[in-house]
């Protein structure tokens, strides 16, 4: 979160300005015997951003990077605190900023969050396949071990190269290229939550996905379906336990039980090809935008549901019987999934802690 980094970029200044502003290397010091004019002052906090309850610390410098910090006050609100931290035990954005010598530092927020909710964690797996590639069958090896181990892990297959293909494969493919390892976009490829990527061989690091499962999600999705002749209507749900500035909400169609010969150059299954291979998962349609639809900005906060109708006339090349949703969620500026979750159509979900 940003109050994380926050913090390391404090405790860096901190570092060096501590250094550069010490009695002994200051050369305007030895040459004028006194202590230099103070004409401004800089104030520092730990995090921008914190969780209510959080201590912050705050340090201040000169213009000449003389630290200030014992000697300075140290105001909040226009009320001054003791000492050079602050316990921060109400909910808000709060003006901090810092006097010496009767001369102010710069004034900078804090904004103070409530304490996040927690849901229950789903993990993305993002499988790149083609039936025309002969390792690939390793990826989908591991995906049926991933399934024997746990049913929290959504699988999405996005295939490239044979009668499966994703209409939007090649624009997938260049959004999710910064988790190659190389210049190019090798097949197999399975990236988790869009995040990393999952190391091959994939069957031997199953628990790779299985950690991400222990991450904590501060969203949650559920959604409701229902399929009038050829007309499927989805109404998906988000509810949000953190303060979360700008989140995107995407929504994938996807088909199971496809078949097709696939090439097989793996000791995981028997036969290359192998005949009528069954393929689950498979990336029909993205409903939303491929990174998913911003959420209106009014809609987005701590303990806020936002919930969207969507709409999506099923072709008749699809088995409808072997249709299925998948929404996740995203930061608006971060394509890493926050949490995800599948259903079935018919299906009605509630948010799960």
């Not at 316990?87 to 927020?109: M, P, R």
């Not at 039936?131 to 069958?137: A, L, V």
Request: hydrophobic letters at 35%; charged letters at 25%; glycine letters at 6%.
């Amino acid at each position: 979160m940003r109050f994380l980094f926050s913090k390391i970029v404090f405790l860096s200044i901190f570092l060096f300005f501590g250094c550069s502003g010490s009695d002994d290397g200051d050369s305007s010091d030895v040459n004028v015997g006194n202590e230099p004019i103070v004409s401004s002052l800089q104030i520092f906090i730990s995090a921008d951003e914190a969780i209510v309850g959080s201590t912050v610390l705050f340090s201040v410098f000169d213009n000449n990077g003389k630290n200030r910090t014992s000697e300075a006050k140290f105001y909040i609100d226009n009320n001054e605190t003791t000492g050079s931290s602050h316990t921060f035990n109400e909910i808000g954005t709060f003006e901090v900023y810092a006097k010496l010598q009767n001369i102010k530092s710069q004034t900078k927020d804090i904004i103070i969050n409530p304490v996040p909710i927690e849901y229950k964690k789903y993990v993305l797996v993002e499988d790149y396949t083609g039936t025309w590639c002969g390792y690939c069958t390793r990826v989908s090896y591991a995906i049926e071990q991933l399934e024997k181990q746990t049913n929290d892990a959504v699988i999405v297959a996005i295939h490239q190269g044979d009668p499966m293909q994703f209409s939007q494969v090649t624009a997938m493919m260049s959004n999710f290229q910064y988790l190659q390892t190389t210049n190019e976009f090798g097949f197999p490829s399975a990236f988790i939550d869009r995040e990393s990527k999952w190391a091959p061989p994939e069957p031997n690091s199953i628990d790779q996905v299985l950690a991400k499962l222990s991450d904590k999600a501060y969203a949650s999705l559920a959604m409701e379906s229902s399929l009038d002749d050829d007309m499927l209507s989805i109404n998906v749900k988000l509810k949000m336990g953190y303060n979360y500035k700008a989140l995107k909400l995407g929504l994938y169609i996807i088909e199971d039980k496809l078949i097709y010969n696939q090439r097989n150059w793996t000791s995981y299954y028997e036969g290359d090809p192998i005949v009528d291979f069954e393929h689950h998962n498979v990336l029909r349609k993205a409903v939303t935008g491929l990174l998913g639809d911003q959420i209106p900005s009014d809609k987005v906060g701590h303990d806020k549901e936002f919930e969207k109708l969507f709409q999506y006339v099923i072709p008749a090349s699809f088995n409808k019987e072997n249709i299925k949703m998948v929404a996740f969620v995203t930061e608006a500026n971060n394509k890493e999934a926050i949490n995800v979750r599948s259903s079935k159509i018919g299906e009605s979900q509630a948010f799960e802690k």
